[in-house]
């Protein structure tokens, strides 16, 4: 079956260090998407993506990349980690505007 | 900027009662989704809305959306506890691909 799939499902870095979340989805869907999920927040758009070598900014980019260099996988970079940073992140990819986004299962991040 | 909220946060509700969760968005979609949350878990989708009038009916969940007014909204029959959840809903922000705007969420406490 189809999956989507993250990892580590949970990593504990320091301040300043350079993480990288990996997601990788098999339903060969060209748009795929990174969230962060806070208390009170619901999910934010971090970054997103149409298909390869196209990445676009959400409304929470600032201290964060990613990359597309083939369809299925979408690895999220934090360049130099923040404890703002702390949270529970989630990659989703969606196929047609006509179905649902996929979500994976989630990497909870905590930044001491 | 598309915003999406929805009311109420919290909801107690007792098991058989019936009661209705809001999504209201602030500019023009016609595909809206429903998803549920456990605790410490993924997403789960529940509904996909595409067009206005649109109706979906899963269970004891039903949920309708109204393009015009820019609402959305997800009826519980009879609650049950195994309804207890987060559901979130997610607004389309339209054109070709589907980057979807969350609300903050509803959680749901069903009790016996």
């Known amino acids: 079956d189809a999956e989507i799939t993250q990892s580590p499902r949970h990593k504990i870095t320091e301040t300043g260090r350079q993480v990288t979340l990996a997601c990788h989805q098999t339903w060969n869907h060209n748009n795929m998407f990174w969230y962060r999920q806070d208390l009170g927040h619901g999910l934010r758009l971090i970054h997103y993506s149409y298909g390869v070598h196209d990445t676009n900014k959400g409304e929470v980019s600032d201290g964060y990349s990613v990359s597309r260099s083939n369809t299925e996988d979408l690895p999220l970079t934090l360049e130099s980690a923040a404890s703002s940073q702390t949270s529970v992140y989630f990659c989703a990819s969606s196929g047609t505007v006509y179905t649902e986004a996929f979500f994976g299962q989630g990497t909870r991040l905590t930044v001491v | 900027e598309l915003k999406v909220e929805q009311n109420p946060l919290f909801l107690s509700m007792q098991e058989g009662k019936n009661y209705t969760i809001y999504c209201n968005y602030s500019?023009?979609?016609?595909?809206l989704y429903w998803y549920r949350q456990d605790p410490g878990k993924s997403l789960e989708s529940l509904f996909v809305?595409?067009?206005?009038?649109a109706v979906k009916q899963e269970g004891r969940l039903m949920a309708s959306l109204d393009t015009k007014a820019r609402l959305s909204t997800l009826h519980i029959t009879a609650a049950v506890h195994d309804l207890s959840a987060t559901y979130f809903c997610a607004v389309d922000e339209g054109g070709a691909t589907n980057k979807l705007i969350f609300g903050t969420g509803t959680l749901l406490a069903v009790q016996p």
């Open positions: 809305l595409l067009s206005n009038g």
């Open positions: 500019t023009t979609s016609d595909r």
